[in-house]
């Protein structure tokens, strides 16, 4: 693996990393009771993500545009494979982080809400209380999560496989459009602004449909409707559909190249 295709790996890990720690943002703010500020913390680190996408487009436009330069685009399609597999396993570590970040996440909402300043908790991470805290609080995921996983869930099956749909359309959309422009060099730009039709697609079953959904059983929890273990299984379950779109993506990565491919020729 060369320096640029580290980086780039470096930087789709980063996107899903933080993607997989927002259910540690809704996990903390039932804790807490504090939802809305549960999530006004969590967006400092979706700035964090948003920073990296906007220079993951460039660094893999700019790998396929070296590698057409140089006659070398054979093996694009087994460096987007890897960076696939960087998503999964930022996937992975950012569901057994949950357990971990959850609390760190519930500590912040209680100093933020007791001081109301968002540098003075930032400073707290970094002083010595704060980092033994950090360290007290690190633990790891307990195997009876998965053993409960067989219990009644608050979403059906039918949320779950749509979200890992979701998941790997938005994991494969830039990826797919980009490798689409070097299938078909002839409409690049084309190609690659389709990746916005993939995603948005993508966005829509997220924000549409599977989002209320456990926005409503968030509610739930915090009106003591549903219970706080019934909550903790539908993250699993979540959490599990992640991985799995991520899964999915590896085998819709060709199939989704040649089709984007093809439409960028008609459109």
Not at 15 to 36: E, K, P, Q
Not at 215 to 241: A, E, H, K, Y
């Amino acid at each position: 693996m060369d320096q640029q295709l580290f980086i780039i790996c470096s930087l789709a890990f980063v996107i899903h990393l933080i993607g997989a720690l927002a259910y540690s943002a809704r996990i903390a703010g039932v804790r807490t009771g504090r939802i809305a500020v549960s999530f006004a913390l969590f967006n400092i680190l979706v700035l964090i993500s948003r920073l990296s996408n906007s220079f993951l487009g460039p660094f893999l436009a700019k790998r396929i545009e070296t590698d057409l330069a140089n006659g070398a685009g054979d093996g694009l399609i087994m460096d987007f494979r890897i960076i696939l597999l960087a998503t999964t396993a930022a996937t992975i570590v950012g569901a057994l982080l949950i357990p971990t970040t959850q609390r760190w996440f519930s500590s912040a909402i209680t100093h933020f809400h007791e001081h109301r300043s968002m540098p003075r908790l930032l400073l707290h991470g970094f002083t010595k209380g704060g980092i033994g805290y950090i360290r007290k609080t690190t633990t790891a995921p307990k195997m009876v999560h998965i053993a409960d996983m067989k219990k009644p869930r608050g979403v059906s099956m039918s949320i779950i496989i749509l979200n890992i749909v979701a998941q790997a359309l938005l994991t494969v959309g830039v990826i797919g459009s980009l490798y689409a422009g070097y299938l078909n060099p002839e409409y690049r730009v084309t190609a690659s602004q389709l990746s916005a039709v993939v995603n948005g697609f993508a966005t829509i079953l997220l924000f549409v449909v599977i989002d209320p959904q456990l926005s409503i059983m968030t509610d739930d929890v915090v009106s003591g409707n549903v219970s706080q273990p019934m909550f903790r299984r539908t993250i699993t379950w979540l959490s599990f559909s992640r991985i799995g779109g991520t899964l999915l993506a590896q085998l819709l990565l060709l199939p989704s190249a040649w089709l984007i491919a093809y439409i960028a020729g008609i459109v």
